[in-house]
């Protein structure tokens, strides 16, 4: 049964009084939900608003496959309630501890292991309510799939980090359990493991995972008991626990701990940079893992070189994300400007001068 | 009709005298690339959306990248109008062309530049037919996933511009699922390259927000769309309904059993009767709905998926359930779907396609209201829809030879879309607002919002030149049609049912 219209976490007036008030003074404001993702990107400086009382699931109807929930609702109460109608996220959020919000995960954008063979969180988001710089309440988007009316600004949300707008509730499309799932580790060179990958994903095959912690080579499958038997039996390999990929879709896997620097890079999966062998890899290659004792600004070179970008993932915080260049920084600003004219929106959390 | 600009509604530029337009353009463009001539203009006065018509100034047919930026440069500075064109098999009226504008054809760009099979990618400019890429990469073993149905005509760059959706996007996904990156020249003639090779992006979302942006933003140059392995097998269900609620509840039930169908398709009984006399599908005459219900994946695990659909649908309450015994007459059940449009024809000499989405759990009630408001309106209706996600496609049948037919076609249409509202779906699932439901935005967002849009279109295109009139009404339109304040179905319709 559908569940629905619970208003007893609805901060909706207070928080636009509170983004109104900031507004008229120019006074800068850290919005926060959890905490839990914080140290993605820059350090922002100002006023705290606090999104973690804002929050309940509005409307869930398992048979419409869409979830509508409060910024403020943890991700484990989301995932919980999906679990128990044998539902779920496709995009696998990532979780940096219990107190991970919705809001939080939809902000930063982020997505876990299964992001290339079953989508993103942008892929997923089908609405959102939002406040603006002036504090207006405003809804983009809604709770169907199929939806072109209007700029997609629900989905320029997803992984906007705040910097454009303040997200009071959002609708995601669920996807069903896989009816199976198993995982599977297999001794072999990362190297020999990405060629291997790139032919195995020109086919048909219920792909889930595919991490490699710099010896050895970790698949998940998901599907049906057919394909999914088959495709073990072709595959080879030992069977393993499921519970490995929490941990690299935490990013606390022990082939990803150590060192003080580490370096997100996302290349095309097939890319081959002779920098990075050796270096742990999640999305089939899609995600590199560098970890080094200092930031070296090459890497940003070294990423955009292979059509991709670099993040310091864990390290000093001066600058972040990959450097954009000047006619997209330039529409950067003008889309800031646009939603957010007075800039209060965790300024400079993205981007210095963002 | 809304093929008439307003000055006051719409947009209003300072008029630019053609001989001067003409010598400006014309050096910037290959020999016979700038057309002036009425005759020639002629086939670019109208897009998919027919009725509506109007012509531009010139027509510019630009073969490079760097001709689309030096002509939106020079159009920039002349502050001259430019609406961007490909296929034109759109159903909104997004490629009708601004009076005094320019007509920019992308229809040159035809080329793919590379496949990649490694990376699953392919790289095409935009004038490329969605087909061709699915039938470049076949002996590949992919597919390009969104299929609209006009997919062997319309163009990869239009289907950027509208995120085209298609029969299998329930679970392969619309256009803004399936590219990598863009290459996008910008009003002022700057070319901006949008995503990458990688999965994802530093910055903001640019990608979402100039997929669908209906040629508002920017002049798509290049596409990088992703590549889908093709499934191993894939199989489909016909099932037969003596009630079309019967059917439509069924559709819930399906989904909620878990199981994703690669496509989950409806027709009521005037469309499929329709489609069976022009396609000769096989569908039964008799029932009141069908449904086809497609299932793909490994071939154990079809088999699997389609006995389960299959008794589901018998406890549903299907009639007749059938599964197609091969791959001849799967072809055939969806050639009748894919060919329901052309085959209104026999019904009426003129139909109006409607585009709305609602939550499944409304159709039911929503198929209901439909044949009411048509009955209201004295128009017959008959429905084609993407059942699994909720995109309705009711035709509304009128004779444009008979006089205020249209008008009342235009009428029912328009409820039917404030009900898809109402319900808590949208205007436009995948057809786009272009020019033919301009005054709908007015119903599905508010001032607040709609100001937002403008603020958005302004970051790319501050002179407001790319595509006037077109997906974002002015507030003064909006005010014009005093539906500000219905919006969201938060607020009762007084002209409308309630349920």
Known sequence: MPTSLDSRGDLTEALAAQVRVASDNQVPLCIQGGGTRAFYGRKAIGQTLDLTGHSGVIHYDPSEMVITARAGTPLVEIEALLAAQNQMLAFEPPSFGSGGTLGGAAATGLSGPRRPFTGALRDYVLGARILDGRGEVLRFGGTVFKNVAGFDAFRLMAGAQGCLGVILDVSLRVVPKPRVQTSLVLEMPGEAAQSWLTGLMRRPLPLSGAFHDGERLHLRLSGGEAAVAVTTRQLGGEVESLDVWSSIGSVTHPALTGRPVMWRIAVPQNAAPSELAGCPWDWAGGVRWLQAESVDPAIWDLAARWDGHATVWRGPKDQVFQPLKPPVFKLHQRIKAAMDPAGIFNPGRMYEGL | ?499
């Open chain 2, 1 to 499: 009709m809304l093929d008439t600009f307003d000055a006051k509604l719409d947009a209003q530029f300072a008029p630019v005298d053609p001989a001067r337009l003409r010598a400006v353009l014309e050096p910037l463009l290959p020999k016979g690339g700038l057309v002036t001539a009425i005759e020639g203009m002629k086939p670019y006065e109208s897009d998919g959306l027919a009725a509506y018509r109007s012509l531009p100034a010139a027509v510019a047919l630009p073969q490079t990248v760097a001709q689309v930026q030096a002509v939106l440069r020079a159009c920039s500075q002349m502050g001259v109008p430019v609406v961007a064109r490909g296929a034109g098999t759109g159903l909104s009226g997004g490629a009708l062309p601004f009076p005094g504008g320019l007509l920019l054809s992308m229809a040159r760009f035809n080329v793919i530049l590379n496949i990649d099979p490694d990376a699953r990618a392919a790289r095409v400019q935009p004038g490329v037919r969605n087909l061709a890429i699915s039938e470049a990469v076949a002996h590949l073993g992919f597919f390009y996933a969104p299929d609209p149905s006009s997919q062997i005509a319309c163009s990869i760059g239009g289907n950027v511009a509208e995120n085209a959706g298609g029969v299998h996007c329930l679970k392969y996904g619309l256009t803004v699922h399936n590219i990598l990156a863009l290459n996008v020249v910008t009003m002022d003639g700057e070319l901006v390259r949008i995503g990458s090779g990688a999965l994802d992006s530093p910055g903001f979302d640019l990608m979402a927000l100039m997929t669908g942006s209906e040629g508002l933003l920017g002049v798509v140059t290049e596409v990088t769309v992703k590549l889908t392995p093709l499934p191993d097998t894939a199989r489909l269900i016909l099932a037969a309904f003596d009630d079309v609620e019967i059917a439509a509840e069924a559709v819930a039930k399906i989904m909620a059993a878990g199981v994703v169908p690669a496509g989950l398709e409806m027709m009521d009984g005037p469309a499929l009767r329709a489609a069976e006399d022009f396609a000769h599908a096989g569908y039964p005459k008799d029932a009141a709905a069908i449904l086809l219900c497609e299932l793909d994946g490994q071939e154990d695990d079809v088999a699997e998926e389609i006995a389960r659909v299959s008794q589901l649908l018998s406890d549903a309450g299907a009639v007749a359930v059938r599964v197609a015994g091969d791959e001849a007459e799967r072809k055939r059940f969806w050639a009748g779907r894919k060919g329901a449009f052309p085959a209104m024809g026999r019904l009426a000499p003129d139909y109006y396609c409607i585009d709305g989405t609602i939550p499944r759990r409304s159709l039911p009630k929503v198929l209901t209201q439909i044949g009411k408001i048509s009955e209201a309106h004295g128009v017959g209706v008959a429905n084609v829809f993407h059942a699994g996600d909720g995109n309705l496609h009711p035709l509304i049948l009128y004779d444009a030879n008979r006089d205020g037919d249209l008008e009342r076609a235009e009428a029912a249409g328009g409820e039917i879309l404030e009900l898809c509202v109402a319900v808590g779906g949208t205007i436009t699932g995948e057809h786009g607002v272009g020019r033919e439901k301009i005054n709908q935005m007015c119903v599905q967002f508010s001032k607040a919002e709609i100001e937002v849009f403008h603020s958005l279109k302004a970051a790319f295109d501050p002179q407001g030149l790319l595509n006037p009139g077109k997906a974002i009404p002015t507030l003064a339109r909006c005010a014009e049609f005093g539906q500000m304040h219905v919006h969201h179905g938060e607020l009762a319709f007084a002209h409308i049912p309630r349920f």
